[in-house]
């Protein structure tokens, strides 16, 4: 539960190449190459947004780097972490965990904490599922996060209850759960994150993060690189969705502008407001450490 501290709002980036991960989903190349120069675009945009809500250390985020990058880009983990900002584990790949067996996950995740630990110079104790899809209808992916990491912010919840149940049925013992508030908001279900904060009206969030702290929970917004950015930097052309068939091609082309394009002009005003006085929270791992 929240003490009696003045509780803030705590923001975390899925630090995620759009494009390399979508290239991998699709299956239209085996091997595709990060958009190095898109996702240094995108830190320095995020990175200059935050040093605008410097209040006793607000401005720190927590970045879920896919590891993949920190093998391909070294120097852009370490640049996020200079700064002080906390590095998280996105898992190797942007992969869908629940298709992988557990032998699979278990190399992925020691792999990844591996890499993303020598990159930043600093001890990786939090970990965010790609897609939040980790399975969660049996202990054993879990259990295996808990053998690396000492958070987990992959569990959507509407109340403080249903993250002990859950610890209890996993059998997590050790692991901390930093979960994403979830609830309806004037009949829509919504997640504190994403496209729902791009999309939907700056109040609903704002009605989220009441609730959130009406249950207790810290309230946790989590949004992408590419939602910070007009430039669309990380879109696939449909020339390049050369195995795709027409339909499919014009639907993914349609999914990328509403991902790439549609509300983010509005992101960084409706931070703000969100934000307020009291500025944001810093690291997630800081919030750890004081309860």
């Given amino acids: 539960m929240l003490g009696d501290k003045e509780i803030k709002t705590f923001l975390s980036i899925d630090f995620e190449d759009f494009s390399h991960d979508l290239m991998r989903d699709l299956s239209i190349t085996k091997h595709p190459s990060i958009r190095l120069e ?9 990175n200059n947004f935050l040093k605008k809500q410097e209040r006793d250390g607000s401005s720190k985020a927590t970045f879920f780097c896919t590891a993949h990058i920190a093998k391909k880009a070294p120097d852009l983990i370490k640049a996020i972490s200079n700064e002080g900002h906390e590095i998280g584990c996105h898992y190797y790949y942007h ?6 067996t557990n032998k699979m996950v278990e190399k992925m995740l020691g792999r990844a904490r591996d890499c993303l630990e020598d990159a ?12 939040f899809r980790i399975c969660k209808h049996s202990p054993d992916q879990y259990r295996i996060v808990q053998k690396y990491f000492e958070y987990d912010s992959s569990f959507f919840t509407s109340s403080f209850a249903s993250v002990n149940l859950f610890k209890k049925e996993m059998g997590l013992n050790t692991l901390k759960i930093l979960p994403i508030f979830q609830d309806k908001v004037f009949g829509v279900n919504m997640k504190m994150g994403g ?20 249950e207790g929970l ?3 917004i989590y949004l992408h690189p590419y939602e910070f950015s007009t430039e669309q930097d990380f879109r696939l052309k449909i020339s390049q969705m050369k195995n795709l068939h027409i339909v499919k091609k014009l639907s993914w082309a349609m999914r990328q502008h509403q991902w790439l394009s549609v509300g983010n002009n509005s992101i960084p005003k409706k931070l703000n407001y969100l934000i307020g006085s009291k500025g944001l929270g810093g690291r997630l791992s800081g919030y750890l450490l004081d309860r």
Avoid: C, W
Avoid at 95 to 100: G, W
Avoid at 195 to 214: H, Q
């Fill in 218 to 220: 810290v309230p946790h």
């Fill in 95 to 100: 992969d869908i965990m629940e298709h992988q």
């Fill in 120 to 131: 930043s110079n600093q001890k990786v104790v939090g970990f965010r599922a790609p897609k």
């Fill in 195 to 214: 496209s729902y904060l791009k999309i939907f009206p700056t109040f609903m969030t704002k009605k989220l993060i009441e609730k959130s702290k009406n």
């Fill in 38 to 46: 898109a996702l240094y675009k995108s830190y320095y945009q995020i």
